[in-house]
Structure formats: C-alpha cells, structure tokens
C-alpha cells in the first residue's frame, strides 16, 4: 500500500546557498542535515505536514545525483512514496519493477528505486520509514 | 505558513498509458481526471495521503508544460506547496517572488508560480485549496 509523498528530492549545486533560499520560500528554518557518502551526496530538510523536501547536493559528479546535474541542471530529481513495506511492494509488482537494490537513505529510511520503465521517465522510489509509523 | 505538499506534476506524453502505468505503481485507481484548456493540459490525479500524485499531458507544444516536455522529455515538472493564504505568503516574500499571477488550478485550486531566482532552478509554485482546510 502506498501511504503518501515520503519525501521529493531537489538537486542543488551549492546546498548553503539553496537553504538560505528556501528557507526564505517556505518561512521554515532547516530540519536536518546529513551526508550520505556512498551516495555521493550532502543533504538538508525541511518538514512539510508529513513529507520532507530534500535538498540534494553532489559530492561526487560520477554519483547519481551528480550525473542528473549535469544532464538538466539544478531542479526536481527524485519522488519517494512511502510505504508499509518495500518487499511487499516490490513482491506486488513481480520481477522487472526495481532498478537496483534497497540502499539506506537518511535517518534510516530503506529505499529502493523503480525502473524507468514502470513510471514514464520520472524517477520514484519506494521508502520504508519506520518512523512514518 | 507553509502546510503541506499539495501536489506533485509530471508531464507525461501520452495520459491514458501513463494512467495505467501509476495505477499499476501505486495500486490505486485514478482519483479524478480534468481538463485545463487555458493551460494547454489534460490532467489525472491520484491521492496520496494529504497529496495528489497529477499526471499532466500537454494538449499545446506551446503550452508551459508543453515547453517543459520538449526541453526535458517526461519526467517529475513542478512542486506544489500547500498555503493558507497566497497573498499572505507572496506579502511575506515582497516584490520579485511571484512568476506571473494567481490562476485557477484543478477542481478550484488557487495556485501562483513562485519565480526561479527564487527556488534554485526548480519549478515551485504555492496552491491555495478551501478543500484542504
């Protein structure tokens, strides 16, 4: 079962600079920061009634997010819908649905991508958020 | 104050395929289908918890989403926030936030597009929604 908006993902070039500006834009001070080194990414969010925006920044241009720069530039990159359980989900969507392994996100989320193929080009995951209740 | 993500659009080229691939993704039926010819769109939507999921099929290639989906194929196109007031949050702002005016949304939503120099690159936009409380 797919419960909500988990998180949306916005990549940005210089993270101190996109926390001041949507800090401005949404009136809310940071919720948290985090580094995901084997993700190649530095992050910082914020808390939107039961979702997160996720700032996204590179540290790696050969890192996922780091290609997705390069390729459009800075903007919305990845939608995370949350769920009860990513096995139960990906059992539900049979063989071919996922794009890679369940890999560890911030504060502990379980996360897995869907192929692109499943979702007409835009890039969602599965998060399994223990905290989400 | 900044409440919620309202909702999250992507421009998809063809809606009837893309409506079965999400209800297959998600597992839900599609909530609700609209046409906004002033925008050049047809959309369908999908709640999420406290958020739609919209699936937007430029029905213009000048059309703003039109615009998008030839620069940037399909893909996750604009971010949605929940406000109470969209004058009390582009007052907040000051002058230079907004990009163009207040325009009518699905199903009576009230929505104004916040301009780039102001988000880092992504399209944002607030939305007031009476159904949302």
């Known amino acids: 079962m797919i419960r909500s908006i988990h998180h949306v993902n916005i990549v940005v070039r210089d993270l ?3 926390i001041g500006c949507y800090e401005r834009v949404l009136g809310l001070a940071v919720t948290r920061r985090d580094e995901l080194p084997e ?3 530095r992050l910082a ?14 540290t790696r241009a050969d890192s996922v997010p780091g290609r997705f720069l390069a390729a459009h530039g800075e903007g919305l990159f990845l939608l995370s819908l949350g769920v009860a359980s990513l096995e139960a989900e990906f059992d539900r969507l049979g063989p071919g649905a996922a794009d890679g392994e369940v890999r560890s996100g911030a ?9 692109r193929g499943s979702t007409c080009g835009a890039l969602l995951q599965f998060c399994e958020d223990a905290q989400a209740g």
């Open 39 to 41: 993700r190649g990414a």
């Open 107 to 115: 504060d502990g989320w379980l996360v897995r991508d869907l192929a």
């Open 45 to 58: 969010r914020f808390r939107l009634g039961g979702s997160w925006l996720v700032l996204v920044q590179p």
């Open 16 to 18: 101190e600079a996109a």
